[in-house]
């Protein structure tokens, strides 16, 4: 299976972010998130979450290893697809599991 990695250091204002909560969230191999709103009839892998977090290091540096995401169809007509891509943040996104199945609670 294809596999996907990033590595980056958020030094957009010159200095190191330490320790900082890095996230990503995808869909799988297939182009699936799971997410409930995500209806795309491709397989869900029970095997994957989609999601992943890290801090960075004490150079503002994080890695991930992942598979690469699928391509997936997009709303605006009727042969509209998403290419592949992942996406990263700082913090947690509201609607990501966290370890013990639970979601974040809203602040």
């Known amino acids: 299976m294809p596999r996907a990695a990033t590595t ?22 297939a182009g699936r998130y799971v997410h409930q709103r995500d209806q795309h009839p491709a397989p869900l892998d029970p095997n994957f979450t989609g999601t992943g977090r890290c801090l960075t290091d004490d150079a503002g540096w994080y890695s991930f290893t992942t598979i690469k995401p699928g391509p997936y169809p ?11 891509h992942i996406h990263t943040g700082f913090g947690t996104p509201l609607d990501m599991p966290l370890e013990d199945g639970t979601r974040e609670a809203a602040s």
Do not use: M
């Open 8 to 29: 980056a250091s958020p030094r957009r204002t010159g200095t190191a972010t330490e320790q900082a909560p890095r996230v990503i969230w995808q869909a799988n191999a």
């Open 74 to 84: 997009w709303h605006s007509h009727h042969n509209a697809w998403r290419p592949a």
